[in-house]
T-cell receptor, first 112, second 120 residues
Framework: KQEVTQIPAALSVPEGENLVLNCSFT??????LQWFRQDPGKGLTSLLL?????REQTSGRLNASLDKSSGRSTLYIAASQPGDSATYLC???????????FGAGTRLFVKA | GAVVSQHPSRVICKSGTSVKIECRSL??????MFWYRQFPKQSLMLMAT?????????EQGVEKDKFLINHASLTLSTLTVTSAHPEDSSFYIC????????????????FGPGTRLTVL
């Protein structure tokens, strides 16, 4: 059974700092991995999608990497801003049936 | 990108009533749709998978008679919470996927904005 773990559970950083969010999964047979942002009381915003054959994806200040063999992904946020404050969710889609399993999330607070 | 809508976005109902939530794929056909539930300060938990024209597959611990799912067309799935109780209050999110995908970028699930259900 696939399990997704995110570390840390919460993170508070000063504005401008570069930071790394970690995600690990137990079953390497994934179809893809996706990072989402969720603001309080809101839905999901897709940030980056990494297919299983890819190693990383970049969008603006965000970079996500995937090491399928070790069951790990990282989300790198450069030059953090207060507007980046949100919960970041890692989710893996499996190969048989496309079930998506979410991690518990990392709550990020960027102080101005 | 592909768009998935949910209706209503917010609903308040009395205990014992039934509530229907709609999930629509607006610009693509969704052969498979998923329903998730999210309790406050928790992550999303998959409730069920529905394929167009067939019965939904429920995750362990999810009551299929309480959470009725219908995927009658390639663009619409509905979740009906029957005889709702306060413990059913939650944020319900659907996602939709098309298979096979038309492009590599479309080879993923697209999530709706969610429906917040409050049962009094």
């Amino acid at each position: 059974k696939q399990e997704v773990t995110q570390i840390p559970a919460a993170l508070s950083v000063p504005e401008g700092e570069n930071l790394v969010l970690n995600c690990s999964f137990t079953d390497s047979a994934i179809y893809n991995l996706q990072w989402f942002r969720q603001d309080p009381g809101k839905g999901l915003t897709s940030l980056l999608l990494i297919q299983s054959s890819q190693r990383e994806q970049t969008s603006g200040r965000l970079n996500a990497s995937l090491d399928k063999s070790s069951g790990r992904s990282t989300l790198y946020i450069a030059a953090s801003q207060p507007g980046d404050s949100a919960t970041y969710l890692c989710a893996v889609e499996d190969t048989g049936g496309f079930k998506t399993i979410f991690g518990a999330g990392t709550r990020l607070f960027v102080k101005a | 990108g592909a768009v998935v809508s949910q209706h209503p976005s917010r609903v308040i109902c009395k205990s014992g009533t039934s509530v229907k939530i709609e999930c629509r794929s607006l610009d693509f056909q969704a052969t498979t749709m998923f329903w998730y539930r999210q309790f406050p300060k928790q992550s999303l938990m998959l409730m069920a998978t529905s394929n167009e024209g067939s019965k939904a597959t429920y995750e362990q611990g999810v009551e299929k008679d309480k959470f009725l799912i219908n995927h009658a067309s390639l663009t619409l799935s509905t979740l009906t919470v029957t005889s709702a109780h306060p413990e059913d209050s939650s944020f319900y999110i659907c996602s939709a996927r098309n298979w096979p995908p038309t492009t590599r970028e479309a080879d993923t699930q697209y999530f709706g904005p969610g429906t917040r259900l409050t049962v009094l």
